[in-house]
């Protein structure tokens, strides 16, 4: 890869994503090293469907690190769902909430490696996207709209897709939040192929950018 590029894996179409592409993971003793270097948290963020929540357990498992989901630790907090806090309290609330969960599972980890989920629109917030790009590595998950589409119509759980067209949304999304999704650390694919592939690019990225 170009070593200018400030996106290590942040590669599209045949160029050095092929070289990620491969489902298996690193072996134990890489992934252990490769665990000792991280001194902060890994935070996933990227579009609804993407993949945060699920690839994120996978890839805290493969660290042998802490895994924590953003959205669960706000219900926990809120005592509420997700559609709830956004129904009775509104988006702006619901963004308020999320920046101190974050904020708080960060410092919680006292710069040990993890991994944090984040709920897809937590990077778009300037001040959450700030706090994270200082105190985390940022992991920008990318996938196809299509792709997305599929998997976020198999729950009905998320308030901003709720009765509307997840096709229209998540394409609307995709244009309104890629400039913020374009300052992560690192770029990964989350694509339609076995979960340990997108596991994999992850790692391989994250190598990448510890060096
Ligand atoms: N790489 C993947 N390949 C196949 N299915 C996936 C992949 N990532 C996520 N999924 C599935 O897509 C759905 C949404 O994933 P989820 O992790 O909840 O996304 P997010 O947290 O980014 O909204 C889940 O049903 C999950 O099992
Ligand atoms: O994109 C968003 O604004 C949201 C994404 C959701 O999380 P996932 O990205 O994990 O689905 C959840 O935080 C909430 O429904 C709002
Ligand atoms: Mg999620």
Redesign the pocket.
């Known amino acids: 890869m170009d070593q200018s590029d400030p996106m290590p894996g942040n590669s599209t179409g045949n160029d050095n994503a092929s070289a990620h592409d491969g489902a298996a993971l690193p072996d134990a003793r890489a992934l252990a090293e490769l665990s000792r270097k991280l001194d902060r948290p890994v935070v996933l963020v990227?579009l609804?469907?993407?993949?945060?929540?699920?690839?994120g357990r996978k890839l805290a498992q493969a660290l042998g690190t802490r895994f924590v989901d953003a959205d669960d630790a706000i219900v926990e907090a809120a005592q509420m769902s997700i559609p709830e806090i956004f129904e009775k309290f509104g988006e702006a609330y619901f963004r308020d909430g999320e920046r101190r969960v974050i904020a708080r599972i960060i410092e919680d980890m006292h710069g040990h490696p993890a991994v944090i989920?984040t709920g897809?629109g937590a990077f778009v917030d300037a001040e959450t996207r700030a706090m994270i790009l200082d105190k985390a590595i940022a992991v920008w998950?990318d996938g196809d709209l299509d792709v997305l589409v599929e998997?976020?119509s198999?729950?009905s759980t998320r308030p901003l897709l709720i009765g509307k067209d997840p096709h229209e949304v998540l394409s609307r999304l995709m244009e309104e939040r890629r400039p913020a999704y374009c300052q992560a650390h690192i770029r990964a694919v989350?694509?339609?192929?076995p979960?340990a592939a997108?596991v994999a690019r992850i790692l391989a990225a994250l190598e990448e950018y510890e060096g």
């Open positions: 990227g609804m469907g993407v993949g945060k929540s699920t690839i989920a897809g998950l998997r976020v198999r729950k989350s694509d339609a192929g979960q997108s």
